[in-house]
C-alpha cells in the first residue's frame, strides 16, 4: 500500500448507479405513502393557486383519484372535508350528510378493500371561527367541551366507513376522549393517528387556502411552539399511554430532530406529514428554475424517511409513486 493514500474509500460505493442502488440506506415504497385529499362541495374541481396541482375535489373527481392511487400501491388517503356552511361548533363534522362524513362513504365504498381510508378529525374546517376547537364565554378554546365535540366527530367518522381517524386539533386528552368513545359505541378496532406533535408552523399557510380557513389570529394556545424540542417527545408519550395506534410529527422538514427522537421511543409507527408550505417551496422554486423539481421532491421525502418517518402524508404521494414503477421498469 502506498503510504499517505487511504485504504478506506468510501466512494467505491458510489461509483456507478448500480451501486448506489445497491447500497442505499433508505428507500420509497409506494405502500409507505399516504396521499391528503380536500373534498369539497361543488360540480367541478377548484385550483388552490399555492399549491400548484392540487384540487379542492367534488365527489365525483375523488373518486377518479383514489381509484388511480389504489392502482399505484398508495398506503392510504387522509380526507379534508370543506364544507359551504360552518358555524360555531361545527356541526357539519358531525352531519352524515356532511361533506366530510360523505366524502368517507363515496371513498370506502370504491377503495376500501385496497386503501386505509384516513380521516381528519378536527373542527377547524367546520367552524366559522376557524379554530380547533369549541370556543368559551371568552373565546378561548375550550379544550373539555372541544373533547365531547370530538367523540361525537369519530363516532361520525366511524359510521361513514373511517378506518384510521387523524386527530389533528391538539387538545389535552385528545386520544383518550376518542378511544372511550369509538370503544363504547362498538369500533374498538378502528385504530387512532394522534397527531402527537404538531407545531404552531408559518409552514402551514396554503393549507389555509385549500380549506377555505376562516381563522383569525393563531393557534399557539394549543399547537406547539417551534422551538421546543423536549416537548415533542412528551406529547408522542402521552398520546402513546392513552392509546394512540400511530403517533406523527408535523411538520416534517424543520422537525425532523424530533421525528427521530420519537422514532427512538415508540414502539408505535411514527409518521410524518409533509405539509403545504413544504410542497409550495418546491414548487415555487422549481418553476422559477432554481431547483431540479424531481431530485428535490425526492430527496425532501427521502430526508423524512431516513430521518425516521415510517410513513409520509405528501401531497406529491401519487406522483412519486408513478416515478418509482417507472423507474422499477413496471
Known amino acids: 500500500m502506498n503510504q499517505g493514500f487511504p485504504a478506506i474509500r468510501p466512494r467505491r ?79 357539519g363534522a358531525t352531519d352524515p350528510g356532511g361533506i366530510l362524513n360523505l366524502a368517507t362513504r363515496v371513498i370506502a365504498s370504491e377503495v376500501g378493500d385496497a386503501l386505509v381510508v384516513q380521516t381528519d378529525l378536527c373542527l377547524d374546517e367546520f367552524t366559522d371561527h376557524g379554530h380547533c376547537g369549541v370556543l368559551d364565554a371568552h373565546g378561548r378554546v375550550d379544550n373539555d367541551a372541544t373533547l365531547i365535540r370530538y367523540a361525537d366527530m369519530a363516532i361520525a367518522q366511524a359510521e361513514a366507513g373511517s378506518e384510521l381517524l387523524g386527530l389533528s386539533g391538539m387538545m389535552d386528552g385528545q386520544v383518550a376522549a376518542v378511544r372511550a368513545a369509538l370503544d ?41 411552539e417551534p422551538g421546543n424540542r423536549r416537548e415533542g417527545m412528551l406529547e408522542a408519550t402521552l398520546d402513546i399511554a392513552e392509546g394512540a395506534d400511530i403517533v406523527m410529527v408535523k411538520p416534517a422538514m424543520s422537525y425532523l430532530d424530533v421525528l427521530a427522537d420519537v422514532k427512538a421511543a415508540s414502539p408505535v409507527p411514527v409518521w ?33 424517511r431516513r430521518a425516521g418517518a415510517d410513513a409520509v402524508l405528501t401531497y406529491w404521494a401519487a406522483e412519486l409513486a408513478r416515478n418509482l414503477r417507472t423507474a422499477a421498469g413496471a
Open 272 to 304: 410524518a406529514y409533509q405539509v403545504s408550505g413544504e410542497y409550495a417551496m418546491i414548487e415555487a422554486a422549481a418553476a422559477n428554475g432554481w431547483i431540479d423539481r424531481d431530485r428535490a421532491i425526492l430527496e425532501s421525502v427521502i430526508g423524512i
Open 13 to 91: 460505493l458510489r461509483a456507478t448507479p448500480a451501486m448506489r442502488r445497491l447500497t442505499a440506506e433508505t428507500r420509497l415504497n409506494p405502500a409507505e405513502l399516504i396521499l391528503p385529499l380536500f373534498v369539497r362541495e361543488g360540480t367541478e374541481p377548484t385550483p388552490i393557486t399555492s399549491m400548484p396541482g392540487v384540487v379542492q375535489h367534488t365527489l365525483d373527481s375523488v373518486r377518479r383519484v383514489v381509484v388511480e392511487a389504489a392502482e399505484l400501491g398508495l398506503g392510504g388517503v387522509m380526507i379534508f372535508g370543506v364544507p359551504s356552511v360552518r358555524d360555531a361548533t361545527g356541526t
Open 184 to 224: 363504547g359505541a362498538g369500533f374498538a378496532d378502528l385504530a387512532i393517528l394522534a397527531y402527537s406533535a404538531k407545531y404552531a408552523s408559518a409552514f402551514y399557510g396554503p393549507f389555509r387556502e385549500a380549506v377555505q380557513s376562516t381563522l383569525t389570529g393563531d393557534r399557539k394556545s394549543y399547537q406547539m
